[in-house]
């Protein structure tokens, strides 16, 4: 028998396992996998009450029950999300420790237990340490565990689960927000986030622990994608996928997008107000722009069987910059319809394709501290876009300084995405079935 010294080598072969042996399909595989991503969809919606569009459904309710002027409040938040950035990479280190399964059910249920404490807070103290916990168990951990729940069991299809998870995901929130909007509406924001807390403690946690696996391999059973699977288990190491071009192009290009959205998302209506819209066509941009995302998402999935992701993160960020420049031009309403296209399309695509690089490019061994680290980027970044155009526009009268000032970082992370080459590990010859 061949004496396997490729570090990444595949577990299959240096066990003596031929895939070819194994039944050629397991419809427990299949189930399993659409339960993850059902799942992990759902998971990324319970990080809503971490997140910036979150909080800001019940912002105005919080500060006049609280009696909280918005200086402290802002400064709460920055410092929050900040701190919770950190819990990235604890986060991914329980998922590749523990598995995703239980690492799913225990955030899921911690962070739903600090949301049933918030829910009753009123010291701002108190209320400072719960936003903390709120950003690091949600935004950072439950980010971190969802996307793994989905990258740790697919390898050859991970852009079409990474797909139709990423469409789920915006669908979920979609309509979370609606639900969570009527929540407090009708009774209050501690309501609603008591409610959030307990479908989070009794609803997704146990539903992780009942129907979540964490690998193809506790099946004891294998498929063609299995096998594929398999072959991937050994991954590079969090070290070796750190020393690679490939994680920071991908994850500065998202933590960028996410900087540029996040600063726009919270000023957008202001930025509009420049050009003479309204807060109509706002809300009617956010409505069609979603659209677009999903089209984008759909087009990411879609492409991703022929396109290099490096090809396909390009032109994504090609299209970004267009947008941002346009964006600065626009004076009629068509011209912002077009805008929202452009935006959209090229969001749901960085959306896609940060989800999917991860498992396909650098294997599931690390994937959580991986996917951890590059999470926390993206934290950092969501924090800082909001006080960077906030800052523009205090010193420029103009939030068009800022974007003329992003267009050419945006097209220089878009040429190095075209040029840097996916890490593949060389696995060894597999000798024949009858040597084994």
């Given at each position: 028998?061949?004496?396997?010294?490729?570090?990444?080598?595949?577990p299959?072969?240096?066990?003596?396992?031929?895939?070819?042996?194994?039944?050629?399909?397991?419809?427990?595989?299949?189930?399993?996998?659409?339960?993850n991503?059902?799942?992990?969809?759902?998971?990324?919606?319970?990080?809503?009450?971490?997140?910036?569009?979150?909080?800001?459904?019940?912002?105005?309710?919080?500060?006049?029950d609280?009696?909280?002027?918005?200086?402290?409040?802002?400064?709460?938040n920055?410092?929050?999300?900040?701190?919770?950035?950190?819990?990235?990479f604890?986060?991914?280190?329980?998922?590749?420790?523990?598995?995703?399964?239980w690492?799913?059910?225990?955030?899921?249920?911690?962070?739903?237990?600090?949301?049933?404490?918030?829910?009753?807070?009123?010291?701002?103290?108190?209320?400072?340490?719960?936003?903390?916990?709120?950003?690091?168990?949600?935004q950072?951990?439950?980010?971190?565990v969802?996307?793994?729940?989905?990258g740790?069991?697919?390898?050859?299809?991970?852009?079409?689960?990474?797909?139709?998870?990423?469409?789920?995901?915006?669908?979920?929130?979609?309509?979370?927000?609606?639900?969570?909007?009527?929540?407090?509406?009708?009774?209050?924001?501690r309501?609603?986030?008591?409610?959030?807390?307990?479908?989070?403690?009794?609803?997704?946690?146990?539903?992780?622990a009942?129907?979540?696996?964490?690998?193809?391999?506790?099946?004891?059973?294998?498929?063609?994608?299995l096998?594929?699977?398999?072959?991937?288990?050994?991954?590079?190491?969090?070290?070796?996928?750190?020393r690679?071009?490939?994680?920071?192009?991908?994850?500065?290009?998202?933590?960028?997008?996410?900087?540029?959205?996040?600063?726009?998302?919270?000023?957008?209506?202001?930025?509009?107000?420049?050009?003479?819209?309204?807060?109509?066509?706002?809300?009617?941009?956010?409505?069609?722009?979603?659209?677009?995302?999903l089209?984008?998402?759909?087009?990411a999935?879609?492409l991703?069987?022929?396109?290099?992701?490096?090809?396909?993160?390009?032109?994504?960020?090609?299209?970004?910059?267009?947008a941002?420049?346009?964006?600065?031009?626009?004076?009629?309403?068509?011209?912002?319809?077009?805008?929202?296209?452009?935006?959209g399309?090229?969001?749901?695509?960085?959306?896609?394709?940060?989800?999917?690089?991860?498992?396909?490019?650098?294997?599931?061994?690390s994937?959580?501290r991986?996917?951890?680290?590059?999470?926390?980027?993206?934290?950092?970044?969501?924090?800082?876009?909001?006080?960077?155009?906030?800052?523009?526009?205090?010193?420029?009268?103009?939030?068009?300084?800022?974007?003329?000032?992003?267009?050419?970082?945006?097209?220089?992370?878009?040429?190095?995405?075209?040029?840097?080459?996916?890490?593949?590990?060389?696995?060894?010859?597999?000798?024949?079935?009858?040597?084994?």
């Open positions: 028998m061949t004496t396997a010294t490729n570090p990444y080598e595949s299959q072969v240096s066990e003596g396992l031929d895939p070819s042996h194994m039944p050629p399909n397991d419809l427990r595989y299949y189930g399993f996998g659409a339960s991503v059902l799942l992990g969809a759902l998971a990324m919606l319970g990080t809503l009450p971490g997140r910036t569009h979150g909080l800001g459904l019940i912002t105005e309710y919080l500060l006049t609280m009696q909280l002027d918005r200086n402290t409040f802002s400064l709460i920055l410092v929050a999300t900040l701190i919770g950035g950190l819990a990235c604890p986060a991914g280190a329980l998922v590749d420790r523990l598995g995703t399964r690492s799913l059910a225990l955030v899921s249920a911690a962070l739903g237990a600090t949301c049933f404490l918030m829910a009753g807070v009123y010291g701002v103290v108190s209320l400072f340490v719960l936003v903390t916990l709120t950003r690091a168990l949600g950072s951990a439950l980010s971190v969802s996307m793994a729940v989905v740790k069991w697919f390898k050859r299809h991970v852009g079409v689960a990474m797909s139709v998870y990423s469409v789920l995901v915006s669908l979920f929130f979609m309509a979370g927000f609606v639900l969570v909007g009527m929540a407090v509406l009708e009774w209050s924001w309501t609603a986030w008591a409610i959030i807390g307990m479908a989070l403690m009794f609803g997704l946690a146990p539903l992780a009942l129907a979540v696996r964490s690998r193809p391999e506790s099946l004891h059973a294998e498929t063609d994608e096998a594929a699977d398999a072959a991937s288990l050994g991954g590079f190491s969090f070290a070796e996928a750190l690679t071009p490939a994680f920071w192009v991908f994850a500065l290009a998202a933590s960028f997008y996410g900087l540029v959205s996040s600063g726009m998302g919270l000023w957008n209506q202001g930025i509009l107000a420049e050009h003479k819209f309204d807060a109509t066509a706002y809300h009617n941009l956010l409505g069609f722009s979603t659209l677009m995302s089209a984008g998402q759909l087009l999935g879609v991703g069987w022929r396109v290099p992701m490096g090809r396909l993160l390009a032109g994504a960020m090609f299209l970004y910059a267009a941002l420049l346009w964006l600065t031009q626009i004076e009629s309403f068509f011209a912002l319809q077009l805008y929202a296209v452009m935006m399309i090229a969001g749901g695509m960085v959306m896609v394709l940060f989800f999917a690089i991860w498992p396909q490019a650098f294997g599931r061994a994937l959580g991986i996917q951890g680290a590059a999470q926390m980027l993206t934290v950092v970044a969501s924090a800082v876009g909001p006080l960077l155009f906030s800052s523009c526009h205090e010193v420029t009268g103009s939030y068009s300084p800022a974007l003329y000032a992003i267009v050419p970082i945006v097209v220089l992370l878009g040429v190095a995405a075209w040029v840097v080459r996916t890490p593949h590990r060389v696995e060894p010859a597999r000798p024949p079935a009858a040597a084994l």
